[in-house]
């Protein structure tokens, strides 16, 4: 009886045991249809293998049933009850057992149709406890066939038909629990590896992102980890940062101070050391050849213990920055010159017109060995007035008359201007116009006023003898105009500091004419840059920039000498 008894419990729990291979396959089909096949071959073996006592057969077939019903949902329920209903039919011998399975159809199965779905929404616990209720209800339902099977049969109560019953309640109630148990730790197990692997590639995903992002940003960017491995760095930082060549990019791993070169990258390790030991975020601005660099450091702290794991450089390149800080400083100074030129031009004109006038009628009554006093005076009043006239056009702010024209007629008419000039100082001017030119939007005098300027800056740098070099190219988007010469060139140092007003490198100079001619270009829309090589001459590009419609105007190719 034992034997039977343990095997039906066995059988009565095969569901469970099938159920936990199948969920965690991933291509699993619905559980309705697993619960209706294997709690139905679950049910049928516990019917065929039921024990017999007394007459009355003791199984565990109610078990599957109700188990397969709950999880199964009102599918699992219809497919089992018809099967029960089919096998149970031809096993009824008597008019009791009719009865009592009429009685287990009209009540037990309503009243599993209205736990179905209150069970599946409940938590754990309260299935385990919905369960045991429902399975309780039924050992009544199994205790009262018993008890009317025997009296209606006339047999007396025994010890092992008592034990079989303690047995077959204590066993069903146990089943029921640990079929309910074993099949929530299973969904629990399955729902907890997905939340695993959610939370898994979460992190992947922000890790991923973070790498990105790291990638992505100008700023260079280098992770250590508490002991000062690097963790992350991205390409900015190999172009940006002095790190060494040798290990072409393979710096994970590697300890912060290796992946420096020598001398070069002490200043972003001191700052990884500091942050690591705990000194907050710094910014530390650093020279690497002609970049300025700011460098920041902060360290990373684990929000569990508030220790630190690891810590962050990020260099930025500020070198545009500190550009356009020192155009503003030099926009805020041709103002100031501005204002200036504004407020002492006719304080100082009148008077020196004055001034000149009394010169002339003085040197009028003068006697002739003194004229050459008068003409220094008056040379030198002149030179006075074209220092006044020069600060009035670099502080002109009018709108200017523009009008379409060629750059290369503007070139031709003051080309026989500067022949006198080369001719004089002995040195030779050599024009080269590109085949095609756009025409442009210009201010003719302004125009002629920057050629003037810049040539005779050239022959000025090149002594008694040398070549003037006038050039326009066209490149689709721009015009460039080159005066080159073949001076002295100009000293790197000196470089940064041409267009500043008031600095010169000649002795006679006034430091006005390069700002004038940089004002002028940026009113066209221009800029100026400058190529220049010590020992060898100077180039000054004038750019202008062409607007996205225009006409296009054929000029010849010319040169004159």
Not at 30 to 46: D, E, K, P, R, T
Request: glycine share 6%.
């Amino acid at each position: 009886m034992l034997k039977e008894l343990l095997l039906q419990f066995v059988v009565s729990l095969l569901p469970i045991f099938a159920f936990q291979l199948w969920y965690d396959q991933e291509n699993r089909k619905g559980i309705s249809v697993f619960m209706c096949i294997f709690c139905s071959v679950s049910m049928a073996l516990c019917m065929l293998t039921a024990a017999d006592v007394n007459g009355f057969e003791v199984d565990f077939r109610l078990i599957p049933y109700m188990i397969g019903s709950l999880y199964g949902g009102f599918p699992a329920l219809g497919i089992l009850t018809l099967l029960y209903i089919l096998m149970r039919i031809p096993m009824l011998d008597n008019v009791w057992e009719t009865a009592s399975f009429f009685l287990f159809i009209v009540s037990f199965v309503p009243l599993l149709y209205l736990s179905i779905k209150p069970f599946q929404r409940a938590s754990a616990l309260r299935k385990e406890r919905n369960g045991l209720l429902l399975m309780s209800v039924l050992m009544l339902y199994f205790i009262i066939s018993l008890f009317g099977y025997i009296s209606a049969s006339g047999f007396t109560w025994t010890v092992l038909m008592v034990l079989t019953l303690v047995l077959a309640v204590t066993s069903s109630l146990t089943a029921t629990w640990l079929s309910v148990f074993m099949i929530e730790s299973v969904i629990e197990k399955k729902r907890l590896h997905r939340e695993v692997i959610r939370i898994s590639d979460n992190y992947r995903y922000e890790v991923e992102k973070l790498q990105q992002f790291i990638d992505e940003t100008s700023f260079a960017v280098i992770v250590v980890d508490n002991e000062g491995c690097v963790t992350h760095f991205n390409e900015m930082a190999a172009k940006l940062l002095s790190l060494q060549p040798a290990l072409q990019g393979e710096f994970l791993g590697e300890p912060f101070e290796s992946v420096f070169e020598p001398g070069q990258g002490d200043v972003q390790a001191g700052l990884l050391r500091q942050a690591l030991e705990g000194t907050k975020a710094t910014a530390v601005p650093v020279m690497t050849g002609d970049k300025m660099l700011l460098n920041t450091t902060f360290f990373l702290r684990n929000s569990l213990n508030d220790k630190i794991e690891g810590a962050v450089l990020m260099a930025q390149d500020v070198t545009e920055i500190r550009q356009l800080r020192d155009e503003v400083g030099r926009m805020e100074r041709l103002s100031l010159v501005g204002q200036m030129a504004a407020s002492i031009t006719h304080e100082i004109r009148n008077p020196m017109a004055v001034i000149r006038g009394f010169v002339q009628l003085i040197q009028e009554r003068s006697p002739s060995t003194q004229h050459e006093y008068f003409r220094i005076v008056m040379e030198e009043l002149d030179r006075a007035n074209m220092i006044i006239s020069d600060f009035l056009s670099l502080a002109q702010n009018r709108d200017l008359s523009m009008e379409e024209a060629s750059l290369h007629d503007i070139i031709n008419e003051i080309i026989p201007l500067l022949n006198a000039d080369s001719n004089l100082r002995g040195q030779t001017l050599e024009v080269s116009f590109c085949d095609s030119l756009p025409r442009l939007m210009l201010n003719d005098r302004e125009i002629k006023q920057l050629l003037l300027n810049l040539a005779r800056n050239g022959m000025e740098a090149m002594g008694d003898k040398g070549l003037l070099r006038i050039s326009t190219e066209y490149t689709g988007d721009r015009i460039e105009l080159r005066i080159s010469d073949e001076g002295t060139g100009i000293h790197p140092d000196k470089m940064k500091h041409l267009f500043e007003p008031f600095f010169t490198t000649k002795t006679q100079g006034t430091g006005l004419g390069l700002p004038l001619c940089l004002s002028i270009a940026e009113r066209h829309n221009g800029q100026i840059d400058v190529e220049s090589v010590e020992g060898e001459g100077t180039t000054f590009i004038v750019t202008f920039n062409l607007e996205p419609a225009g006409g296009t105007d054929k000029d010849g190719h010319s040169q004159a000498s």
